[in-house]
């Protein structure tokens, strides 16, 4: 991993004062993984560069490894040693530190002066592309050009890979182009080699206290810094997925297209409960408990199961929907199990309502079946709310592709007559009425984004 | 001497002062954990065994633990005094609950022994007019105990009584393990006298008749006994002529029998009771008033002493009228024997009038076969190891028989409808799924597990391993029904002490050795995609998935991939040859990047990517510094040689990489024929699977890929040094490597262990897409990697998948099968060093 700082002023090997590195000599510090050099390819007076390279052993970071990433083999086998990341930064804070402070000693003038620079990253990750470079570094005063690298030149058909080629050039105070860095590879690069603590907000107030505050993508670089623990991973099923060759399944949870339709549809179907009379309700599918939370808040529900298969996602409702501070009346009125609608569970039985919220569309339509087996014919409560996408509906989302889906997850995506369709042999297969309502905006062409259906058995029971 | 006789399946309560001898006479009659105590459970919950104010939690304790024994059918006596009706009737209501029978033993001493006894004994801190009070309140009527519940009571009323007891333990009547059959369980029979006489001919019993042509007993000469499983009579023409038969060979010890519903109402009605003559009992009646009055009187005895339901052979065989589930097996109650009449019913009745019936067999989970009747169905289904055997011979459809154990059925049509039925026989689609046998229960995967197979005794899965399985298996598989079997992990060859090498064959060679194994088969290692294909003659039904169950095709792809392959197993002739119209494949599925492209592109492509650009721009800035005289030879050096590295490691995983539209361009190696209709065939030598395999794919080159092999004799040292050059010849450009396995297939090492069934030895180069770009400069470190638990982990693995295989082959239910495919998939969520 490389970083090379280069200054075209005059006398341009003054560089070395303010970087306190000597242009004749190729030195050596000791990293955490590995080892941090920095040479002078060129040191004449109308131009000098030094360089920041990094020798990284692979065993060791994998050894440094967090638990997670060492049971997948992206633990092992990742661009650390090769990609500009925050183990740039820090070797950077490590190795240039006083500069980095703006201190440099009988030469403070020359550390005040904005000096014509030129910054060359080799490989920077960069999700979002050029066009993202630019918009990170062109507000704080760079010219930035940034390439694209292939990803494989043997394969053209797979295209670009996220990693550009970045030059940057302007005049610039060094210690300024060194916290530039030093903040905002870290945020490109997302995957952080250490865990983020109370330190972390600290340092980037030191950092970026000039000129974060000014940058017009300010709360995404601090949102970016401060969070960039991986999003939520689950363990178990990056493992799985890596035993197929395929990658990690994405997190499933709010929908993103319009978030605020995640609210209308859990308000409609809270309404639809009262509409019925259901007071004691599974939330089958509950995932990491949105639902839930409007649930538990309502008094009228006394009883509430939010089921769901992954064993994670429940983990996770746990710790939002705060389990371990609910009052007792109020916990005692939930309960959280990991269930599946493909297998029947006696606990879901007798209950007023099975509420399906976004959830048959994440099932194959081949499983479908055992899906209505276990809700309809063996759980058989009075009521049952399904709520999924109505496909016409997604022409009116603009970043679409035509035939396209909502999520990456959706395994089918149904029109309005699909779903009523299915909703009527469902209702006639096993003595249910049915009847359908859109959720959201009512298009006079294309319906509702989302569809719902209550279902309310026939029989005496 | 008195004899006191507790059944087997029971719970004693002993009564009888303090001081009455109790815990004594319970130390020398029943066994140290039989006995639960009253002051021992005061101990537990109050460190004090004299502490009265921890009595309720005591007792808590003792009924929880003669709860949780009396429902693992544990013999069990419980030691309180237990002179009040209420702490009496609780126990009752426990012995209930569990359907077993409760037994009374009073100990009755006179007041002054007790008391004598209660002065000797330092421990117990209350007064003698306790004992006193207690005496009183001892129960002394046999008639009274009977009245509160208990089947059976004694009363002991002297010491010297007490002392001279002699305990025997009964079996329940139903208890009849001791027999082992062979048997023929035969269906309900309605009074088809014409049709059984067919049926017992058909099954190879003589028929003895009587003088005057009766049919009076039957006998099989091999010694088999016949089962009748209830309701004999009604709505048949010849009703008194199936029980004469039915009596005579249960007499002669030819047959046994259980009741049915209708022999129930039936003693009801020859008893004098007023039951409604309807159902076909007005024919019975009618029939038997042309028999003598005593053949009428020894029917109804003999019906009257029918056991409700039978345990046989050892308890794997399980016979009641309507059906048993398994908590009832071999216990004793009203509930029981209701269930064993009358199935599970609800209470309620359908359009018909018939009484609805819960379908409890969808549930059952044991391991003993249960045979049945009592619900008419037109065909003979196995649901979960249970069948009924009704097939409405009376209403016109056949008499069945089942011979156990072989599990073949044997029919007779009925001669006519003898009875028109209420309800028609078979049973509208809609109202029975077919999916009866398939539907599973979370509690067949969820939670601990441990599940037998025929090669490890047992295999354990842990709850956390099985909720990490459930998402997977629940959202991203194929149907359980489709997934006969997940393929195991692979651990690869201890690490290579050789320069240069990670993996060498060496290893493999001294480990099979080391196993016993003389020969090995070495298989070229295939870089794509691990495939369980199961092909059908028709092309119907099969399924082609990866590893964790996954359909790797869109459904009219997979069906246009398995139509070529069954008809080039078809023109290999293989499917004759094996007489299977079906068989699961093990394969690799290539290209490598059909699946993993997204793998490919965002971990190897990218990391290449970045190592190309990062050590060109590197080596650059390098050059300038030594142009300028710097000293940066060891980090051109090492900047050079990683360069390289990064290059070889694009290079190893662009031979995986091509392109594919539709099934052109896919290619299956299979490498081993897992099961078919006859069996599995892991004991079959890799020479005849390669073989066959062979055949297969020479019948369709264009979408199959044969596996190059060769095999290693490792007692002879030239043999394995042409092993270890195959294998060198092999990875020379990059090859993947290869896969050693004992060439007879499923092997034992000399303490009777499964031997690995396969190890792998990865190509250097290969090695690189796991251990990274550079790992070569690292192997002093890599080499200290412990395979112990990957190992331990294939083992286990194999065992569950070659008991799902067999599970599948044998027919049995699918939630038995699917145990075991999902524990292979709840073992794979195991964290364990990914590279191995």
Known sequence: ?????????????????????????????????????????????????????????????????????????????????????????????????????????????????????????????CPGGPERARDLFEPLGWLVEATPIVLDPALPEWGDSRYVDLRLTGAMRVADALSHLYVLIPVLDGDKHYWVNEDEVDKLLRRGGTWLADHPLKDWIVSRYLARQRPYVDEVMARLAELDGATEAPADDEDTPTPPLARLRAEAVVAVLHEVGAHRIVDLGCGQGALLRDLIKDASFTEIIGADVSASALAVATKRLQLHRMPDAQRARLQLIQSSATYRDARLAGMDAIVLMEVIEHLDPDRLPDLEHSVFAEARPQHVVVTTPNADYNVR????????????????????????????????????????????????????????????????? | ?????????????????????????????????????????????????????????????????????????????????????????????????????????????????????????????????????????VPRGVGALRKEGFRNVYLLDSEQEIADVEIVRTPLLND?????????????????????????????????????????DAEHPDGRTAIFLGDLVDRGPDSPGVLRLAMGMTRAGHAIAIPGNHEQKLIRALDGTNVSLRHGLELTLSQLARESEEFRDDAREWCRELVAHLVLDDGNLVVAHAGLKEAYHGRA????????????????????????????????????????????????????????????????????????????????????????????????PEASPARRDGQLDLEDVLGAHSIETSTIPRVSVRPEQAAGALEVMSRFALPPGKLAYLPPTMSPVPASTREGFLEHPDQAWSAYAAAGVREVVCQEKHMGSRAVVHVRRDGEEGAAYTRTGRAFFDEPTTAAFLDRLAAAVTAAGVFDELETDWLILDAELL????????????????????????????????????????????????????????????????????PVSGLDGVQLAPFQIL?????????????????????????????????????????DEASRAAGTQWWLDLVGDGGEGMVVKPAANLSWDAKRRLVQPGMKVRGP???????????????????????????????????????????????????????????????????????L
């Open chain 2, 333 to 428: 109650s009203g509930r029981v024997r209701a269930f064993s009449l009358y199935g599970d019913t609800t209470g309620e009745s359908d359009e018909y009038g018939l009484p609805v019936r819960l379908p409890w067999a969808e549930d059952y989970r044991g391991r003993a076969v249960v045979l049945y009747g009592h619900t008419p169905t037109p065909t003979l289904d196995w649901v979960n190891n249970t069948l009924c055997l009704d097939t409405g011979c009376v209403f016109g459809g056949h008499l069945s028989a089942l011979r156990y154990p072989e599990r073949e059925t044997v029919q007779v049509p009925a001669e006519r409808v003898w009875y028109e039925p209420v309800k028609p026989l078979a049973p509208a």
């Open chain 2, 176 to 216: 009849r393990r001791d027999l082992h059959g062979p048997f023929d369980a035969i269906g309900d029979v309605h009074g088809c006298l014409s049709e059984l006489l067919t049926l017992l001919d058909r099954l190879g019993y003589r028929i003895i008749r009587d003088d005057v042509g009766r049919a009076v």
């Open chain 2, 1 to 137: 001497m008195t004899t006191i006789r507790l059944p087997m399946m029971g719970l004693v309560v002993l009564i009888g002062t303090t001081g009455s001898g109790k815990s004594t006479f319970a130390a020398t009659h029943f066994g140290p954990f039989e006995t639960v105590s009253s002051d021992y459970c005061r101990g537990l919950v109050a460190d004090d065994v004299n502490d009265q104010s921890a009595s309720t939690a005591a007792f808590d304790l003792l009924h929880h633990i003669v709860g949780v024994r009396l429902a693992r059918g544990r013999f069990t006596v419980v030691d309180a005094t237990n002179l009040t009706r209420s702490a009496r009737a609780s126990l009752i209501a426990l012995a209930k609950e569990h359907d077993v029978l409760p037994s009374a033993l009073v100990l009755d001493v006179p007041t002054q022994v007790a008391i004598q006894r209660h002065q000797a004994r330092t421990d117990r801190p209350f007064g003698v007019d306790v004992i006193r009070r207690q005496r009183a309140q």
């Open chain 2, 765 to 835: 180069d290969y090695l690189r897409l796991v251990y990274g770009p550079e790992y070569l400069s690292h192997l002093d470190r890599l080499r200290d990697r412990n395979l112990t638990h990957k190992r331990s982990l294939a083992t286990r693995e194999y065992a569950l998948g070659l008991e799902s295989l067999r599970r599948f082959v044998a027919g049995e239910p699918l939630w038995r099968i699917h145990e075991a495919v999902f524990a292979v998939l709840a073992l794979e969520s195991e964290p364990v060093d990914p590279r």
């Open chain 1, 1 to 125: 991993m490389l970083l090379t700082l280069t200054s075209t002023a005059p006398s341009a090997s003054d560089l070395g004062y303010l970087l306190h590195k000597n242009p004749s000599r190729v030195q050596s510090f000791d990293l955490p993984s590995g080892q941090a050099h920095v040479f002078y390819p060129e040191a004449t007076d109308e131009r000098c560069t030094v360089a920041l390279l990094l020798e990284l052993d692979p065993i060791e970071l994998a050894r440094a490894g967090r638990g997670a990433d060492r049971r997948v083999l992206a633990g092992y086998l990742n661009d650390r040693p090769y990609a500009a990341s925050s183990l740039l930064a820090v070797a950077l804070s490590k190795v240039f530190s006083t500069a980095l402070r703006g201190v440099c000693v009988g030469h403070e003038d020359l550390a005040n002066t904005d000096l014509p620079l030129e910054i060359h990253l080799p490989v920077l990750p």
């Open chain 2, 591 to 658: 290209p490598w990047s059909l699946k993993a492209v997204g793998l490919l592109q965002e971990q190897f492509a990218a990391v290449g990517a970045a190592a190309r650009a990062g050590l060109a721009a590197a080596g650059g800035a390098l050059d300038l510094a030594a142009a300028r005289g710097l000293d940066v030879a060891r980090l051109r050096e090492s900047t050079a040689r990683r360069a390289e590295d990064a290059a070889a490691f694009s290079a190893a995983y662009r031979r995986y990489v091509w």
């Open chain 2, 675 to 715: 099961a078919g209709a006859g069996g599995t065939y892991e004991e079959r030598p890799h020479a005849w699977h390669l073989a066959l395999i062979d055949r297969i794919v020479a019948a369709d080159p264009g979408v199959l890929r044969p596996t190059r092999r060769l095999f290693v004799d490792l007692d």
């Open chain 1, 397 to 461: 989302y603009p970043g679409l592709a035509p035939g396209a889906m909502r999520h990456p997850d959706h395994r089918f995506e149904w029109n309005r007559a699909e779903f009523a369709a299915w909703a009527a042999r469902v209702a006639a297969d096993h003595t249910y009425a049915v009847t359908l309502r859109p959720v959201g905006d009512d298009d006079p062409e294309v319906g509702s984004p989302t569809q719902l259906a209550i279902f309310t058995r026939t029989e005496r029971s």
